[in-house]
C-alpha cells in the first residue's frame, strides 16, 4: 500500500475532492523518507538559488527506496508533492531524485537530466537491483 489513509481522510475522499494540504500531510506521514528527501532536495534548490538540486544517495534500505518509488511514480502524489514544493520533480535510478525551478523545465539541464542519455549515463551496476 502506497499511503496510510486515516478513516476520516478516506471519509473526505469518499464525499468528493481532497483539499491538496490534507493530501500532502497522508504524504508526509505515510512516506516520511520520501518526504525527507524531497525536502532536503527543495530547501537546497532555495537555499543555493540555482535553477536545480539533486540528491543521489542510495537509500539504505529496500524500505526506503520503496517510498521513493511510490512518492515519485504516482502522478498524484508527485503532483501534489510539486503543487506543495513549488518545484518540478525528477527521478532516475530508483534514488536520483532531483528539484527544478518552474522556469527551468525545458532548459537544458532539465532536458539533459530527463533524456535517454542521462539515464543511460547514470547507470551503475550496484545499481542494477533496484
Known sequence: MSLTVSPELLSVAERGEV??????????????YAWEVI????????T???????HEIPPPSGQQRGELLRALASDAIRGGLERHFGAKLA????????????????GDR?????SPRGQLLNQSPELRNC
Open 19 to 32: 483539499p491538496d494540504a490534507e493530501f500532502v500531510d497522508c504524504v508526509r506521514t505515510s512516506l516520511p
Open 91 to 106: 527521478f532516475q535510478n530508483c534514488h536520483r531524485v532531483a528539484a527544478f525551478r518552474p522556469g527551468a523545465v525545458g
Open 48 to 54: 543555493t538559488g540555482g535553477e536545480f538540486a539533486d
Open 39 to 46: 525536502s532536503q532536495v527543495v530547501t537546497e534548490l532555495e
Open 110 to 114: 532539465y532536458r539533459a537530466f530527463v
